[in-house]
């Protein structure tokens, strides 16, 4: 899925209140707004107003969604979550999750859903580090999310995360009569980079997992 610009309105919107003389009326500013809030409505299906000041809010009503796990190597800076993750194994996820077309999000242990573009902090925490109880909780947080922000109906989740987790997700989704697809299941690392890469995964070179992940 290709992003979609929310910065150039946004950036009008902020020139035009800096200098008045611009010449971009209150209604113009108003429709910028309502603009900006569109785009993101559609690419990451969050609420968000429709007119500034107004009750009315979009959910998002595509009937599928990516998800993909987090991973351990991240940069040393806030960015957009997209950006902070930094692995072979991430940039091969994203890569796979831009180009499906339809909404994605990331599945982290500190924040559960995130937005790509969603500002965040670098953190260290991995799902492997909580236990059991903890790792229930996320997973049923996870899905509270998805049932808070879309249109479930008939909502099919495409999760391309550890097979334990997908189990948890799996669980939560069915309880409430959804889907879940798990294309990489049983793969390994390496496996799930050649899978990515439109190899067989049978067939997978050994890699490096502490720089693949």
């Given at each position: 899925?290709?992003?979609?610009?929310?910065?150039?309105?946004?950036?009008?919107?902020?020139?035009?209140?800096?200098?008045?003389?611009?010449?971009?009326?209150?209604?113009?500013?108003?429709?910028?707004?309502?603009?900006?809030?569109?785009?993101?409505?559609?690419?990451?299906?969050?609420?968000?107003?429709?007119?500034?000041?107004?009750?009315?809010?979009?959910?998002?009503?595509?009937?599928?969604?990516?998800?993909v796990e987090s991973v351990t190597k991240?940069?040393?800076?806030?960015?957009?979550?997209?950006?902070?993750?930094?692995?072979?194994?991430?940039?091969?996820?994203?890569?796979?999750?831009?180009?499906?077309?339809?909404?994605?999000?990331?599945?982290?242990?500190?924040?559960?859903?995130?937005?790509?573009?969603?500002?965040?902090?670098?953190?260290?925490?991995?799902?492997?580090?909580?236990?059991?109880?903890?790792?229930?909780?996320?997973?049923?947080?996870?899905?509270?999310?998805?049932?808070?922000?879309?249109?479930?109906?008939?909502?099919?989740?495409?999760?391309?995360?550890?097979?334990?987790?997908?189990?948890?997700?799996?669980?939560?989704?069915?309880?409430?009569?959804?889907?879940?697809?798990?294309?990489?299941?049983?793969?390994?690392?390496?496996?799930?980079?050649?899978?990515?890469?439109?190899?067989?995964?049978?067939?997978?070179?050994?890699?490096?997992?502490?720089?693949?992940?």
């Open positions: 899925m290709n992003d979609v610009n929310v910065d150039a309105p946004e950036q009008t919107i902020a020139k035009a209140r800096q200098d008045p003389s611009a010449g971009a009326p209150a209604e113009r500013l108003q429709e910028l707004k309502r603009i900006a809030d569109d785009q993101r409505s559609r690419v990451f299906c969050v609420s968000s107003p429709i007119v500034a000041g107004g009750a009315s809010t979009s959910r998002c009503s595509s009937q599928r969604l990516v998800i991240k940069r040393s800076a806030p960015g957009p979550a997209k950006d902070v993750y930094n692995s072979r194994l991430w940039t091969a996820r994203r890569s796979y999750a831009e180009a499906a077309g339809v909404p994605w999000l990331i599945l982290s242990a500190l924040h559960g859903l995130l937005d790509p573009n969603q500002i965040i902090e670098p953190y260290e925490l991995r799902l492997g580090e909580t236990d059991a109880a903890a790792f229930r909780s996320a997973t049923e947080r996870a899905v509270a999310q998805l049932d808070s922000r879309w249109a479930l109906d008939d909502l099919v989740v495409e999760a391309h995360v550890r097979d334990d987790y997908a189990d948890g997700l799996r669980a939560a989704l069915v309880r409430r009569g959804r889907r879940l697809e798990q294309p990489l299941r049983g793969l390994s690392v390496c496996g799930q980079l050649s899978w990515y890469r439109g190899e067989n995964p049978s067939a997978a070179d050994a890699c490096s997992l502490a720089d693949a992940t």
